[in-house]
């Protein structure tokens, strides 16, 4: 069985710290409210919208990862995680209250989003939306400048060659 404790998700994460506190309390309630579980595949995706600690009580809870290309990040900073149900249908979106009366100190800060009423936490709103699309597996091309492997779709041509982005950009700096 899964432990699925705050402790659990403090070991995953490597600290203690705000940001996955309240990341820890949004995913609880966005498998609650889509009466999910753990991801064993891909039947669950989420869309979070920043890289901070949070996604990593997003993927320890969920099972939401980029290796099985059921976690995807969207880049607006905020803290905001969609979570869609595809064997149910069903989609939410969860995001970070306005800590109103949350008190300063760090630990207490803590405490006070692990334990206080869900509603001063998160917000919590059923969507109407289709998933992403399912992960897709890709090819790989050796790279004929550095030998590495490189997903075919991120490629680019140098000299009828594929090349990987970091040697193309380095090639084209060179010819320039």
């Known amino acids: ?21 309240i990341g820890y309390r949004m995913t609880r ?5 889509l009466g999910a579980g753990r991801a064993e595949d891909e039947d669950l995706v989420a869309v979070v919208e920043n890289d ?25 900073g905020k803290h905001a995680y969609t979570f869609f149900h595809r064997a149910s249908g069903r989609a939410v979106r969860v995001c970070a209250r306005e800590p109103v009366g949350a008190p300063e100190d760090r630990q207490a800060r803590i ?14 709103a059923r969507l109407q939306a289709d998933p992403p699309p399912h992960a897709r597996v ?8 550095c030998g590495e492997r490189v997903m075919e779709t ?9 090349c990987c982005i970091p040697c193309a950009a380095a090639r084209d700096g060179a010819a320039a």
């Open 29 to 33: 309630a966005a498998l609650a409210a």
């Open 1 to 21: 069985m899964h432990d699925d404790s705050f402790a659990a998700v403090v070991r995953f994460h490597g600290h203690l710290c705000p940001g996955l506190a």
């Open 138 to 145: 890709r090819a790989s091309v050796t790279c004929a400048c």
């Open 111 to 124: 405490q006070w989003l692990l334990s206080a009423p869900e509603e001063q936490v998160v917000a919590v």
């Open 52 to 76: 901070a600690c949070g996604v990593d009580a997003v993927q320890y809870l969920s099972g939401c990862t980029f290796g099985k290309g059921n976690l995807i990040f969207r880049d607006v």
């Open 154 to 162: 991120r490629a680019r041509i140098r000299d009828g060659k594929p």
